[in-house]
């Protein structure tokens, strides 16, 4: 299962793949497909994207995908997975300022994208159950329950994010008109990019813009001497790294709430 904007993505990208396969007679295939990556004229950043995708789409529809991985492992030799652009930071007053004259979903899912350090599509496939505590000065979320998170290893110390400090308030107080399982917000990162296209202050942004200006603004106060564990920011920000809690420790450390507190992510969120 993906991710509804992920699946969004795919659906489009196999229609492209059709319609160069028709226009030049050939099959819908493996093959195929990477004759249509590199046609496309687009950076190796992007063409390694679609081979991704396209890898991804064939293996669910049980096809061996072996030419789109010894693709995906040429671009990836020549450099294409580094991202050569990133979306801007966008600072914590402007978003929040936008976000307070939205309606209530989109403004809850606002909040918790920039207390967690998350991407616009990881917070939209939030549920509410997924919160497993939600005071007025602690939430408590578990990731492993998105589309993606269930893909992902399930003891990676990233699963659960503790919110603390600024606007953890604002969270409890939207979160109570919530049902069960009920999604954060119904607003996909290009109907948020639409609408941020007609607020001049926000309209050099993108739903990626949001993690950014939360790690960009943690690192800013580790700079200023705040004692912020940047380990902590990788943790928070859900980047793999070698060091600190290994998978296995999680693994016997057991779940909920008493493991999401002891992995120590709400240290940081009270700066965000």
């Not at 990788?234 to 016997?252: F, N």
């Amino acid at each position: 299962m993906w991710a509804s904007s992920t699946s969004q993505q795919r659906q489009l990208l196999w229609a492209r793949l059709a319609r160069w396969a028709h226009s030049n007679c050939l099959p819908i295939n493996p093959d195929t497909a990477c004759l249509f990556v590199l046609a496309t004229g687009v950076s190796p950043q992007a063409q390694l994207a679609y081979t991704k995708a396209l890898s991804g789409a064939f293996r669910h529809i049980g096809i061996t995908n072996v030419p789109l991985l010894s693709l995906a492992s040429a671009l990836r030799a020549t450099g294409a997975a580094i991202p050569v652009n990133q979306a801007p930071p966008v600072p914590k007053e402007c978003l929040i300022r936008w976000a307070l004259t939205q309606r209530t979903d989109i403004r809850l899912a606002v909040i918790v994208a920039w207390k967690t350090a998350s991407r616009w599509a990881e917070v939209a496939d939030l549920s509410s159950d997924q919160f497993i505590l939600v005071t007025s000065t602690e939430v408590i979320i578990d990731w492993h329950a998105t589309p993606k998170g269930r893909r992902a290893n399930p003891f990676t110390p990233s699963k659960w994010a503790v919110i603390r400090g600024d606007l953890t308030g604002q969270i409890a107080s939207i979160f109570r008109v919530l049902a069960p399982f009920d999604k954060l917000t119904t607003t996909t990162t290009s109907r948020l990019s639409h609408m941020w296209d007609s607020v001049p202050s926000m309209a050099r942004f993108s739903g990626h813009s949001i993690k950014r200006g939360a790690v960009t603004h943690l690192f800013s106060r580790v700079a200023q001497g705040v004692p912020i564990d940047v380990m902590l920011i990788c943790r928070l920000a859900k980047h793999s790294t070698k060091q600190g809690v290994p998978d296995m420790t999680v693994r016997y450390g057991g779940d909920g709430i008493p493991m999401a507190r002891a992995l120590q992510t709400g240290l940081v969120t009270v700066h965000l």
